[in-house]
């Protein structure tokens, strides 16, 4: 379906909009119109018929009295015990099987009823921030703040242990905890990673030596014809680049290393004078080159950018005279070659430049730049105080806070006993930031608290805002300026600069390898699979570009700040060749293999990198077309409409049907009843029992919509032998058909989404579940996105400025 025809159809997706609001969004509270929910009215008549019997104050089943709550204020009061009363009766689980039994129908409005009687509470409640509990670093900040505070490039992290999954993520504060094989691997892992990061005794300087006969432009006449006595011969008056120079060869840098070159040359001119030689440095975006009047006065044919690094004079006319010339190569990056060649003679002269060896020593400090970086302090101070100046930024860094006197002392009294031991100072603190490495302040965030038992709403102190706010976009450590800003006491009226700042910075991937991932649930794409009979095409080159597509995807909304809406239906994506094919796309304008191309300049989607790419329709475009989210919300040998609509409901729409009744047999996949009827056919028939009725009724539609992708995310017109039915009826008549549809389902009342995703984005950002008291901040929130135009930065920014990210409460 084109967008012309969605616009024409406006009157139906208004149809859509009222089905959506019934069925999706269970707070009948909403209209500000209505009045508030009263438990005398449905919730207190449900409880005496079905629940008095065991729970009244005589005899009370689990010691649980139900009839004691008169009112909406007295339930409000023990929020906890509705909720599990609330869970209780969704599940089916109680009232037992021997006493009388709701229907699906009565148990479902009493739900509703209790849900709204806390909306209505939690809009009109006292603002709250809640607390978080103090938790250790998951392996991914573990391992990115590693990389940030000592600078080595591997994974440290893994022999950790995985970690738990709490309300969909894993920094979540209540499930992160700290078993006796995590502690020995944290010890391991500082031992590791400060043996890479600082080297006591250093390895010598590599040396590298090539007789000239290797060097470059080569040919099989170098050895035959240029080489004289070991030295080969560059001639001012030859024509071809092997002869006149300049010989040159590649090397691999260091970017910070400093080098030291050398060559041993004589040179004859047919004056009688002394040749002029020349060594230069090429390298493609080589920072400041030399001029090109500059490099026009160097005989012969040579790359550009360079840079002349030496002009000498060549005293030596013989090979017994041979002089060594030597410069050193100070560092700079983007280096690639060193050459050698002579100067231009005037018209009518000639020269002869005679090479024997290149040699590059280097880099001169063979420490690896950590060592470099950790260690450094002010010259000429004693020992002591250098252990003080080095350690005190360290720990600063490791602790995300400034240190204490008394921290800073302990510490640094053990390196003066293990140097004045006989170790060496590089040795002792080794072992010292070691030691910090395997300290609870470096391992756990700690957000101090100086009033623990007030109950006050109060400003976190700044160094924890840095922290939360740098773990939160980072998935790290705060950088210098977050943690000057603490200090100078200005971040948080800089917040939203630093915001901005932070966004831009590489670091900021994290949002997507971590937040993203999860609250899509993709990262279930790595253990998925599918029956190869059924699905030949599939295999792990096809698995690792569906996850890619949607990480870029993610991605270039984060980057470009677009609007979060297009996370449901967007014009674009991206694709290699293996996805393409698979999505039937030819080229970059989103034409169709096998089809005559409808637009013009397309270019062709090849090999493994990955293209920006326009889509022509709606059936793709979004998060729920692709074949990421396609693939984990289905089974190994079909689809799973039930799952597809779940994951819509949950991570989309925050409005998650309630857990299956027990005993609840699974849906046949026996050969004779495949072959017999459609899976939508099997489906509906399966969902005949009363019991399951009512939650199928909003997941089935939703994922009937999707039945057009098979379980890899491929297009499809038929279901094995059957036609695709992809239509659906929500419960006030509103039909609609396929992914387009659906797609504008959601964007009718856009606010449900961004609820959703402002919820699961809370939820990451403060490392606990959201809490009935987050319900005005979230409401705020969602009330500002419009005014943004829905930019995911704005979102971003709200979130951090609210009061559950900055304060704390006694909660």
């Known amino acids: 379906m084109d967008r012309i025809t969605v616009t024409r159809n406006r009157q139906r997706w208004l149809g859509i909009l009222i089905a959506i609001l019934m069925i999706c969004h269970t707070d009948p509270s909403v209209n500000a119109e209505d009045p508030p929910a009263d438990y005398k009215t449905l919730g207190k008549g449900f409880i005496e018929k079905y629940c008095s019997k065991c729970h009244s104050p005589e005899d009370p089943q689990a010691e649980l009295v139900l009839t004691r709550f008169s009112d909406s204020d007295s339930i409000v009061r023990e929020r906890k015990i509705w909720m599990n009363v609330m869970k209780q009766v969704q599940s089916a689980s109680m009232p037992p099987k021997e006493e009388q039994i709701p229907s699906s129908s009565e148990s479902e409005k009493f739900v509703d009823h209790i849900k709204a009687i806390f909306d209505n509470a939690d809009r009109k409640a006292k603002p709250q921030a809640g607390r978080v509990t103090m938790r250790r670093l998951n392996r991914l900040e573990y391992r990115n703040t590693i990389r940030d505070l000592v600078g080595v490039d591997f994974d440290p992290t893994s022999e950790f242990p995985s970690d738990d999954i709490g309300y969909g993520f894993d920094n979540i504060g209540d499930v992160l905890s700290l078993p006796p094989v995590l502690m020995e691997r944290y010890l391991d892992a500082a031992e590791g990673i400060l043996s890479r990061a600082i080297t006591p005794d250093p390895p010598s300087i590599p040396k590298r030596h090539l007789s000239s006969q290797y060097t470059e432009p080569?040919?099989?006449?170098?050895?035959?014809?240029?080489?004289?006595?070991?030295?080969?011969?560059?001639?001012?008056?030859?024509?071809?680049?092997?002869?006149?120079?300049?010989?040159?060869?590649?090397?691999?840098?260091?970017?910070?290393?400093?080098?030291?070159?050398?060559?041993?040359?004589?040179?004859?001119?047919?004056?009688?004078?002394?040749?002029?030689?020349?060594?230069?440095?090429?390298?493609?975006?080589?920072?400041?080159?030399?001029?090109?009047?500059?490099l026009e006065q160097i005989s012969g044919f040579f790359p550009k950018p360079a840079r002349i690094l030496k002009s000498f004079e060549v005293t030596a006319k013989s090979p017994d005279q041979a002089q060594v010339i030597e410069v050193n190569i100070p560092p700079m990056i983007n280096r690639e070659r060193v050459l050698i060649g002579q100067m231009k003679r005037p018209e009518g002269q000639s020269a002869k430049l005679f090479v024997e060896h290149l040699a590059l020593d280097g880099p001169l400090d063979t420490r690896p730049e950590s060592h470099r970086r950790l260690l450094a302090t002010t010259a000429g101070k004693p020992v002591s105080e250098q252990t003080r100046e080095a350690l005190g930024r360290f720990m600063r860094r490791a602790y995300r806070r400034n240190v204490a006197a008394e921290e800073l002392e302990r510490i640094s009294q053990w390196v003066d006993q293990m140097t004045a031991s006989g170790q060496k100072w590089e040795s002792a603190m080794q072992m010292a930031m070691q030691a910090v490495l395997c300290s609870p302040k470096f391992l756990f965030r700690v957000e101090l608290d100086d009033q623990p038992e007030s109950s006050q709403l109060r400003m976190l102190d700044p160094y924890s805002i840095a922290s939360r706010l740098s773990y939160f976009l980072w998935?790290?450590?705060?950088?210098?300026?977050?943690?000057?800003?603490?200090?100078?006491?200005?971040?948080?009226?800089?917040?939203?600069?630093?915001?901005?700042?932070?966004?831009?910075?590489?670091?900021?991937?994290?949002?997507?390898?971590?937040?993203?991932?999860?609250?899509?649930?993709?990262?279930?794409?790595?253990?998925?699979?599918?029956?190869?009979?059924?699905?030949?095409?599939?295999?792990?080159?096809?698995?690792?570009?569906?996850?890619?597509?949607?990480?870029?995807?993610?991605?270039?909304?984060?980057?470009?700040?677009?609007?979060?809406?297009?996370?449901?239906?967007?014009?674009?994506?991206?694709?290699?060749?293996?996805?393409?094919?698979?999505?039937?796309?030819?080229?970059?304008?989103?034409?169709?293999?096998?089809?005559?191309?409808?637009?013009?300049?397309?270019?062709?989607?090849?090999?493994?990198?990955?293209?920006?790419?326009?889509?022509?329709d709606r059936n793709r475009g979004g998060l729920i077309t692709q074949a990421s989210v396609l693939a984990v919300t289905s089974n190994p040998t079909r689809t799973s409409p039930v799952k597809r609509g779940r994951w819509i409901l949950e991570q989309l729409l925050g409005a998650p049907p309630p857990p299956p009744p027990p005993n609840v047999p699974e849906l046949s996949s026996k050969a004779e009843d495949v072959s017999t009827a459609s899976l939508r056919k099997r489906i509906e028939i399966h969902r005949q029992n009363p019991a399951c009725a009512n939650c199928h009724a909003k997941m089935d539609p939703i994922g009937f919509a999707l039945e057009n992708f098979d379980a890899t995310g491929a297009f499809r017109l038929k279901d094995g032998g059957f036609d695709i039915d992809a239509s659906g009826e929500f419960a006030d008549g509103s039909k609609f058909s396929g992914p387009a549809d659906l797609k504008s389902i959601i964007l009718s009342k856009p606010e449900d989404f961004v609820r959703c995703l402002t919820e699961k984005m809370l939820t990451y950002a403060l490392g606990r579940g959201v809490e009935y008291y987050d319900r005005p901040t979230i409401e705020k929130i969602v009330q500002a996105l419009p005014s943004l135009d829905y930019k995911i930065h704005g979102l971003i920014r709200e979130i951090v400025l609210s009061d559950p990210f900055l304060k704390r409460g006694k909660e």
Do not use: C
């Open 218 to 294: 080569a040919s099989g006449d170098v050895a035959t014809k240029l080489m004289e006595n070991g030295y080969r011969r560059l001639d001012t008056a030859a024509k071809e680049g092997i002869e006149t120079g300049p010989i040159n060869t590649l090397y691999q840098w260091e970017a910070s290393g400093e080098y030291t070159f050398r060559t041993k040359v004589y040179g004859i001119a047919s004056d009688g004078q002394n040749v002029q030689g020349v060594i230069l440095l090429y390298g493609k975006d080589l920072p400041n080159p030399s001029s090109d009047a500059e």
């Open 475 to 616: 998935s790290s450590m705060p950088d210098d300026l977050l943690l000057d800003a603490a200090e100078n006491g200005t971040l948080v009226q800089e917040l939203p600069m630093h915001v901005q700042r932070m966004l831009a910075d590489a670091r900021s991937s994290a949002l997507v390898q971590s937040f993203a991932t999860q609250w899509l649930q993709i990262q279930r794409l790595e253990s998925f699979v599918v029956d190869a009979q059924s699905f030949p095409s599939f295999n792990p080159k096809l698995k690792s570009s569906m996850m890619r597509e949607t990480e870029l995807f993610f991605e270039s909304i984060l980057k470009e700040n677009r609007s979060v809406l297009e996370l449901v239906d967007s014009d674009y994506t991206f694709l290699n060749e293996t996805l393409a094919k698979h999505y039937g796309i030819a080229d970059t304008v989103g034409n169709r293999m096998g089809q005559p191309a409808s637009k013009p300049d397309g270019k062709p989607i090849q090999g493994d990198t990955f293209s920006r790419v326009s889509l022509q």
